[in-house]
């Protein structure tokens, strides 16, 4: 089996409401879907997600890198051959890990289908099925932060996500009105998406320290792994970090610094699942935990990241997916429902899932 032909499709797919965190604002998704066809027959697809004004490039940089040198540089190549592919990716084209990411579950998703298999079968097998999942409350007013918190626990989420690093003050009062508003026995984790200054930094964290967090993601940009270090040992809350981590290289750099207590891996932004899978095994070599987040994928990103959280023991519960009702309309032809905060994991070959055709023709536009 040989991979025969790649398609890139720019993926906008408008949200219900808006989203804001300390970086920007968006109302669409735009992410990067690949088809891969090997010459047997088998197609496979795989999706790559971005936002510029976190990750520094956008869609129409992925699907430049794609088109003109990773899908002509793994053409003819066996998708069962994942580390050859991955070496021959990096050898194109260095760097631009959301674009390989979406090559990778193509051929993941191909892998699975050849078999006959579900995707978990091949990395490991499930340790957990159904998947519990987050609800996400953005950077709106306190009143109705609280308001999404107290909704989301009625619908049975046990993990919520505040999204803070715009204003010190403000933010406190987000994170106090929802602790308020969902008592003690509902995990909330903050995350600052790089929004703070040191001195912000210190003066939040002392602040967060009374609302029991599970951690503090990310409250100083990437490059500030002294200050996190700080941050680590002068708060009992644990630090987690995100855009400080993309391959295992970094994981060693934090750990050296004792910079984290905790990481987030993202499947797009490692470079697929199994990038990933070697960054959540190199963390447990050093004690680190990890969870799983997310980039606002399509159905088709999220499915691929649940078989991923379902087979890697060294991850939080409370995976940072989104499930289809966050979008007016999603790519697949049947969408990922949450059932009282956990998610189902697909048991169809490959990644499980169906794309729906029109509806990628759709939505297949550039932002």
Not at 38 to 48: L, P
Not at 97 to 115: H, N
Not at 221 to 236: Q, T
Request: some cysteine; aromatic content about 8%; hydrophobic content about 45%.
């Amino acid at each position: 089996m040989r991979v025969a032909k790649v398609e890139v499709f720019p993926l906008a797919l408008p949200l219900k409401k808006p989203f804001s965190i300390a970086l920007g604002t968006t109302t669409h998704t735009f992410h990067t879907i690949v088809r891969i066809f090997t010459d047997d027959g088998i197609s496979g697809y795989g999706e790559g997600a971005t936002w510029h004004v976190v990750y520094g490039y956008d869609q129409h940089s992925m699907i430049w890198s794609i088109d003109r040198y990773l899908a002509p540089a793994i053409v003819g190549m066996d998708p069962f051959d994942m580390e050859r592919i991955l070496s021959t990716m990096d050898k194109a084209l260095p760097g631009n890990l959301m674009a390989k990411a979406a090559v990778e579950i193509a051929c993941q998703d191909i892998r699975g289908k050849a078999l006959g298999v579900p995707l978990f079968r091949l990395l490991g097998g499930m340790l957990t099925d159904p998947v519990e999942i987050i609800a996400v409350v953005d950077i709106v007013a306190p009143i109705d932060a609280a308001r999404m918190a107290e909704e989301a626990v009625r619908d049975g989420f046990r993990f919520i996500k505040i999204k803070v690093g715009l204003d010190v003050t403000e933010d406190v009062e987000r994170v106090e009105a929802i602790r308020k508003a969902v008592g003690p026995g509902v995990h909330l984790r903050v995350d600052g998406n790089q929004g703070y200054d040191r001195a912000a930094a210190m003066k939040a964290c002392r602040a967060f320290e009374p609302f029991d967090l599970q951690w503090i993601e990310q409250p100083l940009p990437d490059w500030d792994i002294e200050g996190l270090a700080g941050l680590a040992r002068e708060f009992s809350t644990p630090i987690a970090v995100d855009e400080s981590i993309y391959d295992v290289h970094d994981v060693y750099r934090v750990a050296r610094a004792q910079a984290a207590d905790v990481i987030n891996i993202k499947i797009s932004k490692c470079g697929g699942i199994t990038n990933a899978l070697k960054i959540a095994n190199a963390a447990a070599a050093m004690g680190i935990p990890c969870f799983l987040g997310g980039c606002i994928e399509s159905g088709l990103g999220t499915a691929a990241a649940l078989h991923f959280a379902a087979c890697c023991p060294n991850l939080h519960a409370g995976i940072e997916m989104a499930d289809s009702s966050v979008f007016k309309e999603d790519i697949l032809a049947e969408p990922l429902i949450l059932d009282r905060g956990k998610m189902a994991l697909p048991r169809g070959a490959g990644i499980g899932v169906r794309v729906d055709p029109d509806k990628l023709a759709r939505y297949s536009k550039s932002g």
